[in-house]
């Protein structure tokens, strides 16, 4: 499995928008083959961070839906970002 989180920064201003404008992305995601999850919501205490989560059956799947990246005017608005991919071996229950 893999996943992929981390955080991303645009102006404080623009992040309702830049959410909005994702949630075609977040819907074709969830729906791509191999998807377990898909996620980008606002940070509840920095006003201009959005926290990425991604689940993946495998990097096949991940690549068949990630293309190039994302869209121009989306990447235009990322200030910074910290985001990770992460292998993961196994899964138990907490």
């Known amino acids: ?3 992929i989180a981390g955080k991303l920064w645009v102006d404080a201003a623009d992040r309702d928008a830049y959410l909005a404008g994702c ?12 998807c377990l999850d898909f996620a980008l919501s606002a940070d509840l205490i920095e006003p201009d961070r959005i926290n990425v ?10 690549t ?3 293309g190039a990246g994302p869209e121009p005017e989306h990447a ?11 292998r ?3 899964v138990e229950a907490p």
């Not at 949630?23 to 191999?34: D, L, P, T």
């Not at 991604?54 to 799947?61: N, V, Y």
């Not at 235009?76 to 992460?86: G, P």
């Open 23 to 34: 949630s075609k992305v977040v819907e074709q995601a969830r729906a791509a083959a191999g």
């Open 53 to 62: 989560y991604e689940r993946w059956e495998t990097d096949e799947a991940l």
């Open 64 to 66: 068949r839906f990630r």
């Open 76 to 86: 235009a608005q990322i200030r910074d970002a910290e985001v990770s991919k992460y």
């Open 88 to 90: 993961i071996s196994a």
């Open 1 to 3: 499995m893999i996943i």
